[in-house]
């Protein structure tokens, strides 16, 4: 969809001007803008997963905690939390298998970070979310199926 | 259907006969009755949670949601506005008893001088035009977020709607009440099939809630509407939901209803704005 | 009108952060259904949380993530009294920032 193609480069430059010198704190610098951009525009799960974690080799884990509810209330906020039980996480991706993007979101975590985020997306019919750790350079996984129903409610 | 249809010509067959007899006490003491025995785990006070308080899967879904609501930017800009001077320095303030704070609960009520039943959104419409102000649209937008910055002050707030003494009172209260049990629409259905005689049971993959508590967490955002609506705006989309003509916002029709809609509220908080699916 | 709401709350040397945005989060694939033209993409796409002048956590997003959208996030290294300073870029280029105390 050529209406994602956006100024990436300016969110880049912005980042880097939010960033503090010399502090052990710090997310090491890459492209995020070239690379987020191929990750958000993928229409598949193997390329959001590539572009935003930079592989597509991710093992299931019972270290990483998916929180999504059963059946979604309503397609257009559904909430997601993920957590795990890890050390050295340093990215999260959240993705909904069936959206016309898949990658909902990804989260830079600095070392001071928790391995936790939460937040709420849109959903456009029923599918899998997988929830992507990067630790230490591997991606773990949790996956779970969210129903979205068609309500009657003018729902 | 057939079952709705077969309970709902049952219990006509036994409410209407009384319905022409019975006081608006009674008829509150036969919904609270109603609605105790349809769902026998449900405490009163939870009624105000509305579907959530009878299906625990859509209940964790909205605690989350209400751990940080979408209609808390609503309510900070409804803040703003109330507490923004009129053109000529006049505040909202100064039409309202308390200041406009807290008083939530006290609507809508009849207006034995003009023969009518006043609600909070109309309220603050006409304190707009008495202060100079155009009015703002009733279902959505700046109104909402009034009405809800106001319900927010007024948590927790019992309802207490009376029905005067006088004729006109009572005749509003029948309107409003008749309306909530009359079919309408190609679907043919009142808010009472759904609210009343079918609550709990699920249309498509929704739950009906039930109408006991309805109107005491409006405005309600809708993740639906991505946005804050008013009860009007509700009652409007329920009526093209059954195919039926939808009332004017405001118009004499859903001010009756929601007289009535809030009387058999009476004994519950205030707990507005909303936030639903 | 204030576009970011902030909660900051410190227990056990973890705070954890709470914050609610307004924006459209138009993901540029719907219609108009009264012009019948697709609405433009409008969504934040980068929201960046700082403590002390670092960076602590950094969000992409895009139109996947719901109107209004929430966040929350946890981190160490903060006590109660610190600021916690959360700001967001659109794809517009439009940005805001808000600072709240943790408590």
């Known amino acids: 969809m050529n209406l994602l193609r956006r100024k990436f480069i300016k969110t880049a430059s912005f980042v880097g001007a939010a960033v503090a010198v010399g502090s052990s704190v710090l997310v090491p610098q890459r492209a995020i803008g070239a690379y987020m951009k191929a990750g958000f525009e993928a229409k598949d799960v193997d390329g959001a997963i590539q572009g935003s974690l930079g592989s597509t080799q991710h093992s299931a884990s019972d270290a990483v905690m998916l929180k999504a509810p059963d059946i979604a209330e309503n397609g257009a906020v559904v909430p997601i939390t993920v957590s795990a039980d890890m050390g050295g996480i340093s990215a999260i991706s959240i993705i909904a298998v069936a959206n016309p993007q898949p990658l909902t979101s990804t989260y830079q975590l600095s070392s001071a970070a928790e391995p936790y985020v939460s937040t709420r997306v849109k959903m456009s019919k029923t599918s899998d979310v997988i929830a992507v750790v990067k630790a230490d350079g591997k991606l773990y996984s949790a996956t779970k199926e969210v129903k979205v129903t068609i309500g009657g409610c003018g729902g | 259907m057939k079952k709705v249809l077969s309970i709902l010509g049952l219990a006509l067959c036994i409410a209407l006969p009384q319905a022409a007899m019975a006081t608006p006490a009674q008829d509150l003491k036969e919904f609270r009755d109603y609605f105790a025995e349809r769902f026998p785990n449900t405490p009163f006070d939870d009624y105000i949670n509305g579907v959530y308080s009878i299906d625990p899967a859509s209940r964790e879904q909205w605690e989350q949601i209400e751990e940080f609501a979408p209609y808390e930017l609503n309510v900070s800009n409804g803040q703003a506005m109330f507490e923004k001077a009129f053109a000529n320095g006049k505040h909202y303030a100064d039409c309202f008893e308390n200041g406009g704070i807290g008083i939530r609960q006290n609507y809508p009520y009849f207006d ?122 509700r009652y409007d989309g329920c009526n093209k939901q059954v195919r039926a003509k939808p009332f004017p916002a405001q118009g004499e029709e859903y001010r009756d209803l929601e007289y009535f809609h809030t009387y058999m509220s009476n004994g519950l908080a205030v707990n507005g704005p909303g936030a639903r699916k | 009108m204030a576009t970011i709401k902030i909660r900051a709350k410190e227990s056990g040397g973890v705070t954890t952060v709470k914050t609610l945005m307004s924006h459209p989060m138009e993901t540029g694939l719907r219609k108009d259904s009264k012009t019948g033209k697709m609405i433009p993409a409008h969504y934040i796409t980068e929201v960046t949380a700082e403590h002390k002048g670092n960076v602590v956590m950094t969000a992409n997003w895009a139109g996947g993530i719901s109107k209004n959208p929430y966040l929350s996030f946890k981190f160490k290294g903060a006590a109660p009294g610190d600021q916690i300073k959360i700001s967001w870029v659109d794809n517009k280029g439009e940005s805001d920032s808000a600072s709240a105390e943790i408590k």
């Open chain 2, 112 to 233: 034995t001088q003009r023969g009518e039943v006043v609600t909070l959104e109309l309220a603050i419409n006409e304190c707009r035009e008495a202060n100079g102000e155009k009015p703002l649209k009733w279902k959505r937008g700046p109104i909402a977020d009034i009405s809800a910055y106001m319900a927010y002050t007024s948590r927790g707030n019992v309802f207490d709607i009376k029905i005067p003494d006088d004729p006109r009172a009572l005749a509003a209260y029948e309107r409003g009440k008749k309306h909530f049990y009359q079919k309408r629409g190609q679907l043919n259905m009142s808010c009472a099939d759904c609210h009343k005689f079918y609550s709990g049971n699920l249309i498509r993959a929704d739950k009906l809630s039930p109408a006991l508590g309805h109107v005491t967490h409006f405005p309600v955002y809708r993740s639906k509407w991505g946005g804050l609506g008013t009860l009007h705006r």
